[in-house]
């Protein structure tokens, strides 16, 4: 087969392909990032780190539904300081993109400034985690607060800051507002607030009642999501919700993100299954005659 050049650029970094680890899918060992990153991502997102280690939820954390997963792990992480430790078995060339969560300015500021320091590409500012009191969502449904959060990052850090969005109806405010504050791109979508009942024990499955739904279900939002940025604001974005195979892939492309996020794909696989996507992603643009990823980039947008 003839190769096409899956190379992508997410505000001045270079992936060598649009696919990228979605935060939350490896835990604090940081073999499991270095599997990762020789399965052929083209970009690794660390779990959302605060700047104090986190416990979570009791179990049952997880949960299968007929409409995709139900996670409420509580952003349970070893913190900011575990960042360098989490990194430490990467190559020189791995793309790193740090997820940071808190509750207040102060909180990701500090944690930015750690990250600063470390070996990573991009900030992710998660402000849509839609199961943690006074974080995630809480942030994000405050566009004035989310804002003040938003600046204290920019305004000290040296990266790229992302921000990462979920289900709102003030989504597209919040992101003019938030270029204006110096943010270069956006990663869209976080997991959607939802909750299954047990009907033997009728209560709720999860410990903590509510979880955020991912998956395929949420697939065509996030694809919504990003065409309705995208059209407007032509900036740079990461899609992630409900990758299933290559095809969603060059729907989140089409619809004008660079990179492509995945995870709840790797619940019932191995991460080496990310090279299926890969070949289906060059076996189309090969015999649509694509030659680049950005000849496709938001080619569904109707002007
Ligand atoms: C178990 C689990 C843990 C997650 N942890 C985080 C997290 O720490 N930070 C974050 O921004 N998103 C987190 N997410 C959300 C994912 O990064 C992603 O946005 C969401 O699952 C939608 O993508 P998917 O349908 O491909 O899984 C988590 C999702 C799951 C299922």
């Known amino acids: 087969m003839s190769r096409a050049n899956l190379e992508v650029e997410l505000s001045g970094v270079k992936l060598r392909n649009p696919l990228i680890l979605a935060s939350g899918f490896v835990d604090d060992d940081p073999s499991l990032l ?88 991009i900030i992710e500012l998660n402000l849509s985690c839609p199961h943690v009191k006074g974080m995630g969502m809480d942030i994000i449904h405050d566009i004035s607060y989310s804002l003040e959060v938003i600046e204290s990052v920019v305004s000290t850090s040296s990266k790229p800051v992302f921000v990462k969005l979920g289900l709102t109806d003030t989504y597209l405010s919040l992101v003019s507002r938030a270029l204006d504050k110096g943010v270069s791109g956006f990663t869209i979508m976080n997991t959607v607030r939802a909750m299954a009942i047990d009907i033997e024990s009728l209560k709720p499955v999860l410990s903590n009642v509510f979880g955020g739904l991912s998956g395929p279900a949420i697939h065509p939002i996030a694809v919504r999501m990003v065409y309705e940025v995208y059209s407007e604001f032509s900036i740079p974005i990461i899609g992630v919700g409900g990758v299933d195979d290559w095809t969603d892939v ?48 938001g080619i569904a947008i109707k002007r």
């Open 250 to 297: 060059i729907e989140f492309i089409a619809a004008g993100a660079s990179g492509v996020g995945i995870g709840s794909y790797l619940f019932l696989r191995s991460v080496e299954k990310i090279d299926v996507l890969l070949k289906g992603v060059e076996k189309f643009m090969v015999d649509r005659g694509f030659s680049s990823i950005s000849e496709i980039r």
């Open 34 to 121: 270095l599997r990762a990153w020789k399965a052929g991502f083209g970009a690794l997102t660390t779990k959302s780190l605060t700047p104090k280690p986190r416990e979570g939820y009791k179990p049952p954390i997880i949960a299968f539904t007929k409409a995709g997963y139900l996670n409420a792990v509580g952003l349970a992480n070893p913190g900011i300081e575990s960042l360098p430790h989490l990194l430490s078995k990467l190559p020189e060339e791995a793309k790193v993109i740090v997820s940071l969560a808190g509750s207040t300015p102060e909180d990701f500021r500090y944690s930015s400034e750690k990250a600063d320091k470390a070996k990573v590409d």
